[in-house]
């Protein structure tokens, strides 16, 4: 597939280029951050929270909203899955890195969304994007072999456990808090997670 940088007038209806702040030393710190050969998330990372960066986000981007800055590093080149917030996400590159998207409202009636819909773009190294709340999105994949590593900002306790049960319509692809999540059959995910995805489980190796 294309695959076009988040600097295209293509990307404008996902999100945003984050020009107004600096995020050298958060590029700098992901680097010391694990890479390993599958995909991890960490939700809220104290190396990087502790950074100049974390207020000026959380002020700049956030409105003073408490938030977290995690990552999402390692190996992948599949779609498996996608996921929204009621929240924008900011993602900071540490290496390049290519975001797959889609956009909310081509979710289907029926809670499916077609793959076909998808947008490959490449993050640069060093360059940060809001994704906006109505942007489909989930782990970025390879640029290059050796990995990625992606800085991951969110209102705070985004993507932690769930407190209650959900059931029903939209509240039953809610999988962690402020996640909800459409799974490709072929996606490897845990069973029992939300499915909807149809259609290529697209792969860019």
Not at 66 to 75: A, D, F, L, R
Not at 148 to 153: G, L, N, P, T
């Amino acid at each position: 597939m294309e695959i076009k940088k988040v600097t295209d007038a293509a990307f404008r209806k996902y999100g945003r280029v984050v020009d107004n702040v600096d995020f050298t030393g958060l590029v700098e710190k992901l680097a010391e951050t694990p890479c390993p050969a599958d995909t991890v998330y960490e939700p809220s990372v104290a190396l990087l929270e502790a950074l100049p960066v974390f207020e000026e986000l959380k002020t700049k981007t956030y409105g003073e909203l408490p938030i977290q800055i995690g990552y999402c590093n390692g190996n992948n080149y599949k779609l498996n899955a996608l996921e929204y917030h009621r929240s924008s996400e900011i993602n900071v590159a540490g290496t390049d890195a290519i975001l797959l998207v889609g956009w909310q409202p081509d979710i289907a009636d029926d809670g499916t969304y077609d793959t076909s819909k998808v947008e490959a773009f490449l993050l640069p190294k060093g360059t940060a994007v809001e994704v906006y709340a109505t942007t489909l999105h989930y782990a970025p994949c390879n640029a290059a072999e050796g990995g990625f590593r992606v800085a991951i900002v969110l209102p705070k306790d985004t993507n932690l456990p769930l407190e209650k049960d959900h059931a029903g319509g939209e509240d039953a692809r809610l999988t962690a808090k402020n996640k909800w999540l459409i799974g490709h059959p072929e996606g490897g995910l845990p069973e029992g997670s939300p499915l909807g995805l149809v259609g290529e489980n697209i792969c860019l190796k």
